[in-house]
């Protein structure tokens, strides 16, 4: 099973302002033996914050798809385009703040579509079940007469803040949209770093327990994360 990814979020930690991530990659890959594949990379919005209230450490994290945690202080880019499927995630952070080594964030969270099990690729030998001979309802007729109430028209003030693409619609209910695709008994290795199995868990176990590590300077400092749900998904923030 796959998953599209269609969201990141970061959620701040408890100090250090200049050890906040500032840029991203997030890349997929179908199975161990693929190559990694970019999904979307860039600023985070926070980069270009002035200031901004830390979390305090060990909190609860309460989000949906729709929006992360409104009780915390969060940073997230969309990248609803993506189609893309896959099972594995890799979700680097090439810069912080100020260029230092010490890396720190309390949770990432990447939203997106849990997808269903593949369909039976085998023809099914006989109908399920026989069709109805006669129809079960008739489809009324349209009103004749119109609604008198016009449509309002649009607001003159548009908000100051773009509004977050809609949720998708699932397609005949088959797949489901998460707050995260990561789920809290993945298997996660930290890349680019020296950290803990314990500090990299803290990077998606739903509160603001702070991960933190020391760049090694091998390569962009993130974390490699296969979900137990062991479903494709697709990223979308």
């Not at 119109?146 to 005949?172: G, H, M």
């Amino acid at each position: 099973q796959m998953s599209v990814a269609k969201k990141l979020r970061v959620y701040s930690h408890n100090n250090c302002p200049n050890c906040d991530v500032v840029t991203y990659i997030v890349s997929g890959r179908v199975d161990e033996a693929s190559e990694w594949v970019v999904i979307s990379e860039g600023d985070l919005p926070w980069r270009y914050w002035t200031s901004f209230p830390r979390n305090s450490r060990g909190l609860g994290i309460a989000s949906t798809y729709e929006s992360g945690d409104s009780d915390h202080t969060y940073t997230e880019v969309f990248f609803e385009e993506n189609a893309a499927a896959f099972l594995h995630y890799k979700v680097q952070f090439p810069d912080s703040r100020d260029g230092g080594s010490s890396v720190q964030f309390s949770e990432v969270e990447l939203p997106g579509i849990l997808l269903p099990d593949a369909p039976n690729s085998g023809p099914t030998n006989l109908p399920t079940k026989m069709p109805t001979s006669l129809p079960t309802s008739i489809t009324p007729p349209p009103t004749a007469n119109p609604t008198n109430s016009p449509t309002p028209p649009p607001t003159l003030n548009p908000t100051s803040q773009p509004t977050p693409p809609p949720t998708p619609a699932p397609v005949d209910g088959t797949w489901t949209a998460v707050n995260t695709i990561f789920s809290t008994d993945s298997t996660v290795a930290s890349i680019g770093c020296s950290a803990s199995d314990i500090a990299s868990r803290r990077a998606f176990d739903k509160t603001t327990a702070k991960f933190y590590c020391n760049r090694d300077y091998t390569e962009p400092t993130g974390i490699v994360v296969q979900p137990s749900h062991a479903q494709m998904s697709v990223a979308k923030k």
